[in-house]
C-alpha cells in the first residue's frame, strides 16, 4: 500500500522543491536562445570550460591520492589530537571559501609564510597561475573524498584484513589488496562528490589565485566576470555548469547517497 | 613439526591463558563454550592477537615475534572471512601471491587445491553466492594454498547447514589426517572434537580445564562441562534395518538398538555414528523388566565422582559410562568389580546419520 502523506508535508515539499528548481528553469527561460554561438564565444566559454575539466580533474587527483592516506589514519591511528586533524580536515567544508583563499595567500602566496620561501628558493609562485587554481581548488574540495574514504574503512570489517594477514599479506599487500578494493564503492563516490565540488569552485580560487582567462578563470570565475559586462553570456555558462552537473547526478543515479 | 606454547592473552578485562603442544601429525581439538578464549588463543598463535606473556615455539624455534605474515599457520577461520570481493579462485591463491608467487602459477595451485577440497563450485563465482558447506570447503583450501607447516581450523562446522554437516566433517578428517604437521581444531561441538581430534584441550573462562585422549576425558571428566558434553557415550558402526522404526547399530565392541532415522532410506548404512548421554544409563542390580531396549550387563570399571554425582564406567559390550546420583550408587554398592545391568531406550540414543564416509569421498 502506498503512504498516504498529510497535506501539510505534500504542501511543504512542493514548496521546497519549486525553491530549488526556479532558479534552473529561470536560467533556461532567460538564456539567449537566439544568439547562443555569438553569446559563447563573446564570454570565452570553450576556454574556461577547459581550464574548469583540467583544474576539477588534477584537483580531485591530488586530493584522492593524499585523501586515502589521510582517511586511513583518521580512521585507523591511535593518537592525540586525532579528532583535532579531523576537524581540521573537514574545516573547509564549513569555512566560506574566501576565508580559506585569504588562509592560502598568507601561506603559499608570494610573501607567505611558506610562499615566500617556495619563491625566491625555487623560483616557484602559485598566486596567478593554475597551479594556484589547483591548490585553491583542492582545499576546499578534498575534505569529502577523505571523510567517505573514512566512513567506508570504519564500516569495514577488520576480519578481512586479519585473515589476510594470516594469509601472508604484508600490510602493504593487505592495503592494496583487500582494504583498498573492499572501500571503493565510498572513495569513489567521495571522488565524484569531490570532483563536483572542484567544478563549482568560486571563492577560494578567486582569492588565491586571482581571475585570470586562460591560466585561472575556471567557469565559475568566467560566470562572474561575464555577469558585468554580459548577462547573457553569464546564463549561458551558467546552463553548460547545470548540464554537466545533472548529467553526472543521473549517471551516477542513488549511488552518491548510498540509496538505491 | 612440534607446535609448542604457552601464552596468556589480554582480551578486554579477562585474561586468556593456555600452555600446550601439538605433536607432528597429531590433531589438538580446543573445546569449550562459546567465550571460553579458544578463538583467541589460536589467533594468538597466528599472531593476530599479541599476547601479553608467552612463548610459541615450532619445533623449538620462537615464532611468537614473528609478524602473522611470516608465521607458517594456514587458517580457516570461523564463517570463512573469504574476501567478499574477490572470487572463490584469488580467494584461494591469496596466500600464494601474498608470498610473491607469480598469479598464473598461484591460480593453477588453486585450481588444484579447489579440485581436491571444492570439486563442484564455481572457482569464478564470488563468495557471497556460495553456501556455507561451499564456503567453508574454499576457506580450507585457502588454509592450504599457502603451504602452511601448521593448520588450524576455527568452528569449521558452525556455520554449516545440518544437511551438509557429514560430508564436511568427512572432509575435514581426511584433510586433517593428510596434512603433515600439528593441526589445531577449535571447536564447541564435542562430537567434532572426539570424532577428529587425537587430544582435547578443554578450555573453559580462559583457562584449561582439562587435557586428554578423547576417551580419558569421556572416562574422568574434571568439570561440569565436560562431564555434560565431552563424557557422552559415543558410538560409530554400521546401521542395519530392525522391524519398523527402528535399527541395529553395530559397533566394534557391541550392537545399541537405535530408532531409524527420519527421512533416511531404509537401507544399510555405513560409517554412522551416535552419542548416549551418561544420565540416559540406568544401572541396576539385578537384570531390568521394562521397556527399555537396550540392556547390557558388565563389571564397573571405574567410579569417579563429580559434585554429587557418580560416573561409572562398564566394560560391558558395548562400553558405557553412566551418570548417577551417588546416592543410588551407594544404595547399589557400586564399586570397581561390581558386576551390574545397565539399560538405556532407543530413543535416547542421538544418531549423527553420516552417509559417504571419511574414506569413499
Request: charged share 20%; proline share 6%; net charge neutral.
Amino acid at each position: 500500500m502506498r503512504a498516504r502523506l498529510p497535506l501539510a508535508i505534500v504542501a511543504l515539499a512542493s514548496l521546497g522543491a519549486v525553491f530549488v528548481l526556479l532558479p534552473v528553469l529561470a536560467l533556461f527561460v532567460r538564456a539567449p536562445w537566439s544568439r547562443l554561438g555569438g553569446a559563447l564565444s563573446g564570454v570565452g566559454a570553450s576556454t574556461a570550460l577547459r581550464l574548469s575539466i583540467e583544474v576539477s580533474l588534477a584537483a580531485t587527483a591530488i586530493s584522492v591520492a593524499v585523501g586515502i592516506p589521510l582517511a586511513w589514519v583518521l580512521a585507523r591511528g591511535e593518537f592525540p589530537g586525532r579528532n583535532l586533524l579531523r576537524a581540521a580536515v573537514v574545516l573547509p567544508i564549513v569555512l566560506p571559501p574566501v576565508v580559506g583563499g585569504v588562509g592560502l595567500l598568507a601561506a603559499l602566496g608570494r610573501s607567505g609564510l611558506v610562499g615566500r620561501w617556495l619563491h625566491d628558493a625555487l623560483g616557484i609562485q602559485l598566486t596567478f597561475t593554475t597551479g594556484g587554481a589547483v591548490v585553491a581548488t583542492t582545499f576546499v574540495s578534498m575534505p569529502l573524498v577523505v571523510l567517505a574514504t573514512e566512513a567506508g574503512l570504519r564500516g569495514l570489517d577488520l576480519r578481512y584484513e586479519r585473515a589476510a594477514a594470516a594469509m601472508g599479506g604484508s600490510p602493504w599487500y593487505v592495503f592494496r589488496r583487500v582494504t583498498l578494493p573492499m572501500v571503493a564503492p565510498q572513495l569513489a563516490a567521495g571522488a565524484v562528490l569531490t570532483w563536483a565540488r572542484a567544478l563549482g569552485e568560486f571563492g577560494a580560487t578567486i582569492t588565491f589565485a586571482g581571475n585570470l582567462a586562460g591560466r585561472t578563470e575556471t567557469m565559475p570565475l568566467a560566470v562572474f566576470q561575464a555577469r558585468q559586462v554580459d548577462p547573457g553570456g553569464a546564463i549561458v555558462l551558467s546552463l553548460i555548469l547545470v548540464v554537466i552537473s545533472v548529467s553526472v547526478l543521473v549517471a551516477l543515479g542513488g549511488r552518491l547517497t548510498g540509496i538505491r | 613439526m612440534v607446535l609448542e606454547a604457552g601464552i596468556e592473552v589480554r582480551r578486554g578485562d579477562v585474561i586468556v591463558a593456555a600452555a600446550f603442544s601439538a605433536g607432528d601429525r597429531e590433531t589438538l581439538a580446543l573445546l569449550g563454550p562459546n567465550g571460553a578464549g579458544k578463538t583467541t588463543i589460536v589467533e594468538s598463535i597466528a599472531g593476530l592477537i599479541p599476547a601479553a606473556h608467552g612463548h610459541i615455539l615450532l619445533d623449538g624455534v620462537p615464532i611468537h615475534g614473528l609478524p602473522p605474515e611470516r608465521r607458517p599457520i594456514g587458517m580457516a577461520f570461523q564463517d570463512g572471512v573469504l574476501f567478499p570481493h574477490l572470487s572463490v579462485l584469488e580467494n584461494v591463491a591469496f596466500p600464494v601471491r601474498a608470498r610473491g608467487a607469480r598469479s598464473r602459477a598461484a591460480r593453477a595451485h588453486a585450481l588444484d587445491l579447489l579440485g581436491r577440497l571444492a570439486p563442484g563450485i564455481d572457482p569464478g563465482a564470488k563468495p557471497g553466492a556460495l553456501s556455507g558447506g561451499e564456503r567453508q570447503r574454499v576457506a580450507l583450501a585457502r588454509a592450504l594454498a599457502g603451504a602452511p607447516r601448521v593448520l588450524v581450523l576455527d568452528e569449521p562446522l558452525s556455520a554449516v547447514d545440518v544437511s551438509a554437516r557429514a560430508e564436511l566433517r568427512a572432509l575435514l578428517r581426511r584433510t586433517l589426517r593428510d596434512f603433515d604437521g600439528p593441526r589445531l581444531l577449535v571447536t564447541h561441538d564435542p562430537v567434532e572434537a572426539m570424532t577428529l581430534a587425537d587430544r582435547v584441550v578443554v578450555l573453559e573462562d580462559g583457562r584449561i580445564t582439562q587435557t586428554g585422549t578423547p576417551e580419558e576425558i569421556r572416562d574422568a571428566p574434571r568439570t561440569r562441562y565436560a562431564a555434560d558434553l565431552v563424557g557422552m557415550n559415543l558410538f560409530a558402526g554400521r546401521l542395519t534395518p530392525l522391524e519398523a522404526g527402528a535399527g541395529a547399530l553395530e559397533t566394534a565392541d557391541g550392537v545399541v538398538t537405535v530408532p531409524w532415522p527420519d527421512g533416511v532410506a531404509v537401507d544399510p548404512l555405513d560409517d554412522v555414528l551416535a552419542t548416549l548421554g551418561p544420565a540416559d544409563v540406568s544401572l541396576h542390580a539385578a537384570r531390568p523388566e521394562g521397556s527399555a531396549r537396550n540392556v547390557v550387563q558388565g563389571v564397573v570399571e571405574e567410579v569417579a565422582i563429580l559434585g554429587d554425582r557418580a560416573r561409572v564406567r562398564l566394560d560391558s559390550s558395548p562400553r558405557l559410562v553412566a551418570e548417577i546420583t551417588t546416592g543410588s550408587a551407594g544404595r547399589m554398592a557400586i564399586q570397581t568389580g561390581t558386576l551390574v545391568w545397565a539399560s538405556f531406550k532407543a530413543v535416547e540414543v542421538h544418531l549423527m546419520v553420516e552417509p559417504g564416509a571419511a574414506d569413499t569421498l
